[in-house]
Structures are given as C-alpha cells and as structure tokens.
C-alpha cells in the first residue's frame, strides 16, 4: 500500500502509534523491578537507564513489526491504524521496527555479554510469537510468560545477581502469566475459532482449559511460600503476598465454577491485579530492614 501525502506529525504520530510507548514503558519498568529485587534496593543510576531503554526499544521494535505482518488482519479490523490508512508504508514500519531493535540489542551488549544473550533470545522470540507463534496456541502462551519472566530476570544480569528470590519471582509470574493466557484463551474462544489459533479452549473444551489454568495460578501461589520458607525476605513480604494469593485462589474458583467466555474476561482482569499485588510482595521482601 502507497503511503498517502501526510505532514511529518503526522507521520510521527504514526510511528509513535504502531511503537506502543505504554507497553514499552511498562516492559521497562519490569526490567527495573528486576534490578531492584536483585540489588535489594536501587541500583546505580546508569544501571536503570540501560535496563529501562533496553527493554523499552526491544518491545517497540517488537510492536512495530507486529503491526508489520499483521497489516491484512488491521485492514479489516483496524483500517485506521497507520499502516491500513497509509500515514505510514509497510517499509516504514519495518525499518522503524528494526532500528529499535537494533538499538535495543546494541544497549544490551553495552551492559554485558549476558544481557545482551537475554535480550536477543526474548527478542527473537517476540517476533516468532508476533508472526507464527500466536496461532500455536499453547505454544505460543508459553513463549509470551517466558518473555514476562525474562523481564525481571535480565533485570538481575544488569546488575550482576541473579539471587534465589529473582529465580523464584521470575518462575512466579511465569506460571501465573501462563495461567492469564490460558485464561485468555476461553475468554477469546470465539474470535480464535475464526482465525484458527490452537489454544486450549478450542482442542479441548472451556472446562480443560479452567482447570490448566488453574493449575498454574496453584503453582504459581506454592512457589510464593517458598521466599518466606527458605528466609530470604523481609516481614514486609507476608501481608502482600497474602493478598496476593488469595486473589489468584479466589480467582480460579470463579473460573472452575463458570468457565464460560465472559466470565474468564473479568478472571483475566482480576488476576492482572493478583500479580501486581505479588510483584510488590517481592518488591517490599527484598528491602533490608
């Protein structure tokens, strides 16, 4: 598709759209969070800027090539999306993605050489899921959650420590990711029958998929015992994971009861706020009182 005659804001406008900059902030944020776990505080200024770009220009080169292969499917859905409304070409979009990347990638071997291993594996699975992988399925929920987790776990290479409570936490929001993205699956049941993306609900029903789900929301709550088992968090941690957990074992309750599509949309909205409730369990844990 030609790009048609549109001023310069505008076509930043554009670029500004398809890069997504609350995703990217977020991302870097999680990287941040990271750091600060492992550090048990907050780390050296330099530190946090490296980390916060790294993972803020890897997924806005991720979005942006997303929008890229997905330009057939916003055409129908999205027609006023950058691309399909011509603010900016195809070819745009896939330098802008790639340059962010680039950038991303270059920071990350600026920091350390295992960072920059980290980066490019989550960068690379990022576009695999963005331009197959999502169809897989289950598949493609696990690559999702093991980018969550890479987040928080690059976080500790910037800073040179990967402690057993980064581990822990980082395996957590796996899992309780994991158990979103099956959710998500039931709630988006119908629209994935149409674009045939293999997910759970579908090859075996609403009811498997709650109680996958499920299992992964219980784990994700056993391996929130295990900081305050092996004594390497502070009392701040307790009340917070407490709430936090009781959210996720609530939650999948709701979901087993009813595993209808509506029902597991509010589940999924729920837990969003389960997991924040955890990532400041570990936060506040991790401070030395």
Do not use: H
Not at 116 to 122: G, I, P, T
Not at 158 to 185: C, H, M, Q, Y
Not at 266 to 289: A, D, P
């Amino acid at each position: 598709m030609e790009t048609r005659r549109v001023g310069l804001s505008a076509r930043l406008k554009g670029l500004a759209t398809i890069l997504r900059p609350i995703n990217c902030a977020m991302m870097g944020f999680g990287v941040f969070i990271g750091e600060f776990i492992a550090a048990g505080g907050f780390p050296p200024l330099s530190s946090i800027l490296l980390g916060f770009f790294v993972g803020f220009l890897l997924t806005g080169g991720t979005m942006a090539v997303n929008d890229y292969y997905d330009v057939e499917i916003d055409r129908v859905n999205a027609p006023r999306r950058p691309i399909p409304s011509g603010t900016i070409s195809l070819r745009e979009a896939l330098v802008f993605g790639i340059l962010l990347a680039a950038i991303g990638l270059l920071l990350a071997a600026v920091t350390n050489v295992q960072t920059f291993v980290v980066a490019l594996v989550a960068f690379i699975m990022m576009v695999y899921y963005n331009t197959a992988g999502k169809r897989t399925g289950f598949f493609g929920n696990m690559i999702v959650s093991i980018c969550v987790a890479l987040t928080f776990t690059y976080g500790g290479f910037v800073v040179d420590a990967v402690p057993v409570i980064l581990i822990i936490f980082s395996s957590l929001a796996f899992f309780s990711n994991l158990g979103r993205e099956v959710t998500k699956g039931i709630a988006d049941v119908k629209g994935d029958a149409v674009k045939r993306v293999k997910t759970i609900a579908l090859l075996f029903g609403e009811v498997a998929a709650a109680w996958l789900a499920s299992a992964f929301f219980i784990l994700a709550v056993v391996l929130s015992v295990l900081p305050v088992y092996l004594r390497i968090v502070s009392i701040l941690y307790v009340p917070l994971i407490v709430l936090s957990d009781a959210g996720f074992l609530c939650s999948l309750y709701v979901l087993l009861r009813d595993p209808s599509p509506s029902n597991a949309k509010s589940v999924k909205r729920r837990v969003l706020i389960w997991m924040l409730f955890g990532l400041l369990g570990f936060i506040s844990g991790s401070l030395r009182i």
